[in-house]
């Protein structure tokens, strides 16, 4: 059943939300809140206190803090007694002077408390008459004067909390920053708790950095936003498919915004609506990237274009090539673009470095509203491996409701094209993508679509379209019906060897009916009782027999395939090395399917790197980006040869990448 997705409250502006929701959905960066608040309820403020910035890139999370901070000062019993908390949000377009500044103090101190301040911004005017716009120094200084005094005769203290104080500061002159600066080291009544985007040169701060956030706090937002939309099945999500939280942690780098924008995606588990859902965040989230990008300098613009556009990361000496800006002034860049976070630096073993977009999530958008196609289809490829690591499940589902909008007609074409591309090469039952291919092109056929002559091959164009049982997912029910046919061929026989096999984990009920398909001759037959036995580990001779013969009688793709990984299994490496340069010849990767990437982990396995290597360096059938993750994790393995090769992957990978190289370990141990 779908699920219900709810609208996010406060997805820009944290301040739209109530104190209550504010407060109940505060559940991320609970450390750095403890930490300050805790400094300020213990702070006497006799001397002038500690002051706070919290930096971080745009949605980490920066203004919700500072709210936090805000009504936790004015709701504290203690602290209510004599601090005044005082909260200028993002946008503050009528303060370009520092003197604004504390008018806009007195305002809010009037506003707020009456009696206590009543007319502390008169006072303040009344220094103002007869004041030239040269006088206007002396004139900030009183008002801070003004401000002060009453203060101390109130026996009250301030904290200040001003989001992007950065675009503050820009707007006050050299010598208003100095004052500020010198009023607030000097004096114990006003204590300022900021918020940037990015480093500011101002020097009384505390700087509490906000990185992305770690698993357990996705999980925590997750199951939050959940509560604030009444999903119950968002635990249940979380608890089958841990994954998938890793997967979107990765993908956003952990920004809370961006988590938020892609809560739909996440819970996407009965619409099928995936790719509709991802174009419709990145138009939101398109003015906040845009605004971004706009504001850069030029070549600053260039150099993230660069970066963006080639997705892994790259070194200095290729960014300056591609943007031709000297090293000298492109390192000032990229040092620049490092300290606010937007850029990631990666240490090489030559002592460079490779660079990278920190938010990944922003790499997509900008790939898909700026790159070519083939960029778009990087994206999409990857974000395919990667869920191929979550859920398989999951992705079969997917497939067959996509199968379903196709046959429909309820799909753009667009759509019906980039989704098919993106889960033809996911980890799911090689019949469901040929049926998924099948349909999808005759679904842009009908629509006289260009699409059409672009869709990828299937991968088994002998389905047998008459398993309408199958088709439909009831398993129970196709077995039933192959049961009670009274002739029983050897395609009959197979089928039944493979639903014991791969839907009913029986192994003896499938090596019998495999072996009556065999025995009829039925190459498939042979191929699907050898992986049996590879997968049970048991009859390695036979499983070397069978896969033989098979690519003895009909050597092609599949059969040449299934021999080089029992050739593999059997450590005969030699003939297994000529069987898979017949399998590369008849386009073995296109057409095998998910068990090529048996294939190249058995190549890991037997450390034949050079071989898995050269199949990715030819890169025939795009192997190189199907299987990013497994180049990567071979490159790791050949680190003594090429040092830097594996840094150049996104950290999105890297769990994936480890655990395809656990895999490979424990390939080589289990098949010793």
């Known amino acids: 059943m779908a699920i219900t997705k709810p609208a996010m409250p406060g997805l820009y502006n944290p301040a739209s939300q109530t104190k209550d929701e504010l407060i109940a959905n505060f559940v991320v960066r ?162 300022l708790i900021a918020a940037a985007a990015e480093a500011v040169e101002f020097d009384i701060f505390d700087v509490f950095y906000l990185d992305g956030l770690d698993r357990e706090e996705t999980a925590n937002l997750l199951v939050q936003l959940g509560k604030t939309g009444g999903i119950d099945a968002v635990n249940d999500i979380i608890r089958r498919n841990p994954g998938r939280v890793e997967a979107l942690r990765r993908l956003t780098g952990g920004i809370p915004r961006t988590i938020i924008l892609l809560f739909d995606i996440f819970l996407d588990t009965g619409t099928g609506d995936i790719l509709r859902d991802l174009e419709r965040v990145l138009d939101n989230v398109t003015p906040l990237y845009k605004h971004y990008m706009d504001h850069l300098p030029p070549k600053k613009q260039e150099i993230l274009d660069t970066v963006a556009l080639n997705w892994d990361a790259l070194d200095t000496d290729e960014i300056s090539k591609r943007t031709r800006i000297p090293a000298d002034q492109l390192t000032t860049h990229l040092d620049e673009l490092e300290t606010d976070r937007t850029l990631s630096k990666i240490p090489t073993s030559t002592g460079g470095s490779l660079y990278q977009l920190t938010d990944r999530f922003f790499n997509i958008w900008y790939l898909m509203r700026n790159g070519r196609r083939r960029e778009k289809q990087k994206v999409l490829w990857l974000m395919r491996f990667l869920e191929n690591w979550c859920s398989k499940e999951e992705l079969s589902h997917l497939a067959q409701q996509h199968i379903d909008a196709l046959k429909t007609g309820n799909v753009l074409e667009k759509y019906a094209f980039y989704m098919t591309e993106a889960l033809v090469i996911a980890d799911i039952p090689s ?74 984990n029986q192994f003896e009920n499938a090596e019998k009916y495999y072996l009556m398909a065999a025995a009829k001759d039925d190459i498939k037959a042979m191929g699907g009782l050898a992986v049996l036995y590879l997968l049970e ?89 199907r299987y990013k993750p497994i180049y990567y994790a071979l490159m790791v393995l050949m680190k003594d040869t090429y040092p830097d090769e594996h840094r150049k992957m996104g950290p999105e990978l890297t769990r994936t990448v480890e655990e395809i190289l656990r895999q490979i370990k424990r390939i080589a141990a289990d098949y010793s």
């Open 30 to 191: 609970l450390d750095k809140f403890h930490t300050i608040f805790n400094n300020i309820k213990n702070d006497d403020f006799d001397s002038p206190p500690q002051h706070f910035i919290i930096q971080g890139q745009r949605g980490m999370g920066k203004t919700t803090l500072l709210l936090r901070l805000y009504h936790a000062v004015g709701d504290d019993e203690q602290l209510k007694q004599y601090l005044i908390p005082v909260l200028f949000g993002e946008e503050q377009y009528g303060i370009r002077t520092l003197y604004k500044l504390w008018e806009e103090v007195a305002l809010y101190l009037e506003e707020k408390f009456g009696p206590l301040f009543s007319g502390l911004y008169d006072e303040m005017q009344e220094y103002m008459e007869g004041v030239d716009y040269e006088m206007l120094e002396d004139y900030e200084e009183r008002c801070f004067d003004v401000l002060r005094t009453r203060l101390v005769e109130k026996g009250a203290s301030l904290v200040l909390l001003i989001d992007n104080f950065g675009d503050l500061l820009d707007k006050f002159t050299r010598e208003e920053r100095n004052r500020l600066q010198e009023a607030l080291l000097q004096y114990g009544e006003i204590r």
């Open 431 to 504: 019949e469901i993508q040929d049926e998924m291919v099948t349909t999808a092109k005759e679904f842009l056929a009908q629509k006289k679509s260009t699409f059409a002559g672009h869709l990828s091959p299937s991968y088994n164009d002998q389905l047998i379209d008459a398993l309408a049982f199958y088709t439909n997912r009831d398993y129970e029910a196709a077995l039933n019906a192959f049961l009670s046919m009274e002739n029983k061929n050897q395609t009959v026989f197979r089928w039944l060897g493979f639903l014991y096999h791969r839907k009913f």
């Open 537 to 625: 580990r048991k009859n390695i001779s036979a499983a070397v027999d069978l896969a033989r013969k098979a690519y003895t009688v009909k050597p092609d793709a599949y059969t040449s395939g299934v021999y080089t990984v029992m050739l593999l299994w059997d450590k005969k490496i030699e003939e297994a090395g000529r069987t898979l340069e017949f399998f590369m010849e008849k386009e073995g990767p296109v057409k095998l399917g998910d068990f090529f990437e048996t294939l190249l982990l058995f190549l890991a396995a037997r450390e034949q790197y050079d071989t898995a290597l050269k199949l990715f360096m030819e890169d025939k059938h795009d192997i190189r980006e």
